[in-house]
């Protein structure tokens, strides 16, 4: 005849049962709480970087960088600067950007700017609606003489948008990227940024410059809240638990 368990082995298999549950439950609030400092760490680091990039974009403007230190530029120290460049624009070469802006619907005129050292940078003139798109309906704005540029610099638009992926084949373009709008337009010796072109008037009015979106989402406040609002909850069920196995034990 089989043996039956004790009345004291059967109740060890709920305790055991509160044990295991007990241990996972204090991993998850440590994971919670861990994710909450984490956003507490990224705020910081956010609040940092608009201020260090409202301090680049007000400051006066320096020199684009040369080629001597294109390869030490990077997204962290460099975006957002606020340069200058001197040369002459290629205006054949321009490529148009499909873009969305305040202005409405239209593109971004990306056009090679040749400098006295034969490097060149691209430079995002401005936004033209889609009826001007056509550089003849524009052609105030091609000039041809030698010019100033004053910009913020940014990076590298790699591939598209998250929607849409450049075409270079087709001559489709959704985002600036350097290095392949360059090698569709045979442009040697380009930096590796470009530069957003600031709201000083081109003759005719196109292109209009100067409408740089900054604004980088911080929802990290909301994120450590929230967080730790559940590592809260998450204690408040461990404490009732213990406790509900506590007054259990006593009777």
Known sequence: MADIPSEKAQSQHPAAGVTIFCGLMLLLIAA?????????????????????VDQ??????VPAPSRAVWGQISRAK?????????????????????ASTTLGPGYWVVTPLNLADGTSILINR?????????????SEGQIATPVKITGLLRITEPKGTLIKSNDPANDRWYSRDVAAIADR?????????????????NPGGLPVGGLTQIAFANNHLVYAMTWFALAIMA???LAFVVRSEFRARRV
């Open 235 to 237: 204690g408040g069920l």
């Open 126 to 138: 401005g936004f033209v609606p889609t009826n001007r798109r056509d550089p003849a309906t524009r």
């Open 32 to 52: 919670l709480v861990s994710l909450g400092i984490w956003q507490v760490e990224r705020l910081s680091w956010k609040e940092d970087l608009v201020a260090r």
């Open 56 to 61: 680049r974009v007000h400051a006066p403007p």
């Open 185 to 201: 337009r045979n442009v040697a010796d380009v930096a590796p940024y470009f530069i957003d072109a600031d709201a000083t008037s």
């Open 78 to 98: 460099d975006e957002y600067r606020h340069v200058t460049a001197e040369g002459t624009l290629w205006n054949d070469k321009e490529t148009l950007i499909y």
